[in-house]
């Protein structure tokens, strides 16, 4: 009489454990590609969110200086421009914008290191005198006002400053001025902007566009926006 025996031989174990190491290999590379992937997600989400924050930062950086800038724009003490003496022809146009190129005469800010390019001294009351470079010496009941030439120029994807052409901001897609000019000449509200206004009187306010680019092309192009009202147009005529 014959007995019938039941179990594993040796190869069938071996191909089970074979089998069970091979689903515990894939189960764990899933478990790793899936931690890569959120990983990667992870971090493609903070690159881009830096990116973005990055440009903001610069956006605000450029546009709140050349807003002071602008603010200051034709300030040249406490006398109209008609009543200063020497006072140079860049004092007739304390804004410009042409060739991609911004300029101003604006008054010292009290943030710059470097000599001024004219100094008008006056008594705030019947005289006044444009002297250039800085002037030290006053006489009693004289004060001296700084007034600084600046330039701002969009090249090549930069934003350059100063005579030098010092680069001031990278990764600029574009750069652009105009100006709100007024209807008549004691009108205040602004019906329209200019790239070249045919009267300097008429300008009221200065708007710059800026457009940053992120050199990794994470983040779409920025575009910001910025309105500054020129404070000093009885400096140089802008009101009767």
């Known amino acids: 009489m014959s007995s019938t025996r039941s179990g594993f031989g040796l190869i069938e174990l071996m191909v ?51 807003a002071q800038e602008i603010r200051m724009a034709g300030m040249f003490g406490c ?9 140079p022809s860049q004092f ?17 800010i009290g943030l710059q290191a470097a000599r001024p ?17 800085a002037r030290l010496s006053l006489a009693p009941g004289e004060t001296g006002f700084p007034v600084r030439e600046l330039f701002y120029r969009f090249d090549n994807g930069q934003l350059k400053v100063g005579p030098n052409k010092a ?10 001025v105009s100006f709100g000019v007024a ?10 902007y200019e790239d070249r206004p045919s009267k300097t009187s008429s300008i009221r306010s200065v708007r710059i566009g800026l457009t940053l680019r992120d050199p990794g092309g994470r983040v779409r192009d920025q575009a910001y926006q910025l309105v500054v009202a020129l404070r000093n147009r009885l400096a140089w005529g802008g009101f009767p």
């Open 16 to 66: 089970a454990l074979a089998l069970g190491l091979m689903v515990a290999l894939a189960l764990g590379l899933m478990v790793v590609l899936g931690l890569t992937q959120v990983f990667l997600s992870a971090r493609e989400t903070y690159l881009t969110q830096r990116s973005s924050a990055q440009m903001q930062e610069d956006a605000r950086y450029v546009l709140s200086k050349l």
């Open 79 to 87: 006398l109209s421009t008609d009543r200063i003496v020497d006072a």
């Open 92 to 108: 007739q146009t304390p804004v410009t914008w042409q060739d991609a190129s911004l300029s101003m005469i604006s008054a010292d």
């Open 117 to 133: 390019d004219w100094t008008v001294v006056s008594d705030c009351t019947t005289t006044a005198k444009a002297y250039p470079g």
């Open 167 to 176: 680069v001031l901001l990278d990764n600029v897609a574009a750069f652009n």
């Open 183 to 192: 209807g008549s000449k004691g009108a205040q509200s602004v019906p329209r």
